[in-house]
């Protein structure tokens, strides 16, 4: 039976899926690779395979993948030819059983006396540890491409792991549970996400993945971490002068909501009316404010998000006249330069409470550990 034969399995096409080892697929799985993988009579596939070490993801989980270069003359011909890739990931040196990845995808036609190269790659998250990596690519007429490696994952400093040790999961924006029973938690906070891209680009239409992803996990991460049992959360985009989202009780299914609103949600487009004659930027941002600190009655209030445009960086006058009766308040800001954040929210907090810079996982981490310092001082 040729190789493609072999790891061909019933799967959804094209995206990378994680084989349960309940599942049929993983009854079978396991043995066809590892036929595969023994087979070194297969002709090879010229391709590259290069490893990405581990990163640390702003939901403190390391993610390790791949990243592969295809010459096109490998898979020259007609659309229709199919790539199979599938790996599997194990702790080294413990008893931990292998963790099966799998994707198929379709080629549309690649010319011949086209000299270009073709590039994908994959991942996955791990928990601190030492694993190794078989990796195999398989294309239509049984040729071969093979790669192992082996990677560690060491314990950064005092961030609170999402992944136990010696894990291999999935990569996917994974959903919140809920507020974790503790004992030291109490009380409510309002949390405020500004809604726009943590890399600016100079034409926004669409929030990217990559945007979506760190605004979803630093949320995710702020509501496991923060010791608290109850928040709201206020979603804004001050470009548009618009709430995207509210939640007075913030729960699980919220989560997977507000996905959706972030995902869906146009910011190529600002209404005439709304620039004509709606509020300036700095207005619109003070009147949200004003609003929630009111309802928060005391309560601490923790702002999100990217650093706001130099643009609008102006606070309107009558707010030198209106006290702020708020808590104790915090701004975890994805920073434009290495400077201290100096738009709006800044203003507004600085004063009444601190402003942290984020550009790493480890700096949410820390200023989680402050924050949570200063709500336990009466």
């Known amino acids: 039976m040729r190789p493609l034969s072999l790891l061909i399995i019933a799967l959804p096409l094209a995206a990378q899926i994680l084989v349960e080892a309940k599942s049929e697929a993983g009854h079978v799985l396991p043995g066809r690779f590892t036929s595969v993988w023994e087979?070194?009579?297969?002709?090879?596939?010229?391709?590259?395979?290069?490893h990405v070490p581990p990163r640390l993801s702003f939901s403190f989980k390391y993610w390790s993948g791949f990243e592969v270069t295809l010459p096109s003359q490998e898979v020259a011909g007609e659309a229709g030819n199919r790539l199979v890739t599938s790996f599997r990931v194990r702790p080294r040196g413990a008893s931990g059983d292998w963790t099966y990845f799998f994707q198929e995808s379709v080629l549309p036609e690649?010319?011949?006396?086209?000299?270009?190269?073709?590039?994908?790659?994959?991942?996955?998250?791990?928990?601190?540890?030492?694993?190794?990596?078989?990796?195999?690519?398989?294309?239509?007429?049984?040729?071969?491409?093979?790669?192992?490696?082996?990677?560690?994952?060491?314990?950064?400093?005092?961030?609170?792991?999402?992944?136990?040790?010696?894990?291999?999961?999935?990569?996917?924006?994974?959903d919140w549970s809920g507020f974790k029973?503790?004992?030291?938690?109490?009380?409510?906070?309002?949390?405020?996400?500004?809604?726009?891209?943590?890399?600016?680009?100079?034409?926004?239409?669409?929030?990217?993945?990559?945007?979506?992803?760190?605004?979803?996990t630093s949320l995710k991460s702020v509501l496991d971490q923060v010791h608290v049992s109850r928040a709201r959360v206020v979603v804004f985009d001050v470009d548009g002068r618009r709430e995207l989202f509210r939640s007075a009780d913030f729960r699980p299914r919220?989560?997977?909501?507000?996905?959706?609103?972030?995902?869906?949600?146009?910011?190529?487009?600002?209404?005439?009316?709304?620039?004509?004659?709606?509020?300036?930027?700095g207005e619109f941002l003070f009147r949200v404010v004003e609003k929630e600190i009111a309802a928060a009655k005391g309560q601490p209030v923790i702002f999100l998000g990217p650093e706001m445009r130099p643009s609008n960086a102006r606070l309107p006058e009558r707010q030198a006249e209106v006290k702020l009766d708020a808590g104790k308040m915090f701004y975890l800001c994805f920073p434009l330069t290495l400077a201290d954040p100096e738009d709006l929210i800044a203003k507004i907090v600085k004063g009444k409470g601190k402003s942290f810079r984020l550009f790493y996982p480890q700096d949410l981490a820390s200023a989680i550990r402050q924050v949570n310092q200063r709500l336990a001082e009466p």
């Open 254 to 281: 919220d989560y997977r909501r507000l996905f959706g609103v972030l995902e869906r949600a146009d910011f190529g487009t600002i209404d005439y009316n709304t620039l004509a004659t709606g509020p300036p930027a």
């Open 39 to 50: 087979d070194r009579k297969a002709p090879p596939l010229r391709c590259r395979v290069d």
């Open 181 to 216: 029973p503790a004992t030291d938690a109490k009380g409510e906070v309002t949390v405020m996400l500004n809604a726009a891209p943590v890399a600016r680009r100079r034409y926004v239409t669409k929030l990217s993945p990559w945007d979506r992803t760190i605004l979803l």
């Open 110 to 174: 690649v010319p011949a006396d086209k000299k270009v190269d073709l590039w994908y790659g994959g991942g996955f998250f791990v928990g601190v540890g030492k694993y190794e990596v078989d990796w195999l690519l398989v294309e239509r007429d049984g040729k071969v491409c093979r790669k192992s490696w082996t990677f560690g994952v060491n314990q950064p400093g005092k961030v609170e792991m999402a992944t136990p040790p010696n894990t291999v999961t999935s990569v996917r924006l994974e």
